[in-house]
């Protein structure tokens, strides 16, 4: 913990020369290793939130997986999130798609437009979802009050192309979901 605690400390101190890939880097690693540090996550979603046009896809959904993850409550920060996402959200792979559901999902942040444009984007892609990234995809939008019935039918489908490949563990989580 004493380095956990120097890196925070540090990275306190020098969060204005951080870049996206710092600020996804870092808040990612706090938050797998359950290392609490709300001081440090605070200073994150100040300082990235104006740099958050210049981070990647993927970045962008590490981050607020990050922050849903670590419970941190940002509201500001989870605007600003899904508003750079949404123009870009045909660039995030099925992953990224995934991740950002389930983090705005659990996080419940208000922003049914983000999971409007997700809805739409996602059924392009059902074909490239792994299973279990499918059955995240689902549970995390049964809890999110927008109207997924379109993403429901096209994951139905997908799941019954694909049931002789979904794990057990897919297959409990989508009958869960719907």
Do not use: C
Request: hydrophobic content about 55%; cysteine-free; glycine content about 2%.
């Amino acid at each position: 913990t004493e380095l956990f605690d120097e890196i925070a400390y540090l990275s306190l101190k020098k969060i204005k020369d951080f870049g996206p890939k710092d600020f996804a880097n870092i808040a990612w690693a706090f938050a797998i290793l359950e290392y609490n540090s709300p001081d440090l996550f605070q200073a994150i979603a100040h300082e990235a939130v104006s740099t958050l046009s210049e981070f990647s896809p993927q970045a962008l959904a590490n981050t607020a997986w990050a922050f849903t993850t670590a419970r941190i409550e940002v509201p500001f920060f989870f605007q600003a999130i899904a508003d750079v996402s949404i123009p870009k959200l045909m660039l995030f792979s099925q992953q990224a798609l995934t991740n950002l559901a389930w983090a705005f999902a659990t996080a419940e942040a208000d922003t049914l437009r983000l999971f409007d444009a997700i809805i739409h984007v996602a059924i392009t892609k059902l074909d490239a979802f792994t299973d279990q990234s499918l059955a995240t995809l689902a549970l995390a939008f049964a809890t999110t009050g927008s109207d997924a019935s379109i993403l429901f039918d096209n994951i139905a489908k997908t799941t019954l192309d694909n049931i002789n490949d979904f794990s057990l563990q897919a297959l409990s989580d989508i009958a869960l979901a719907f």
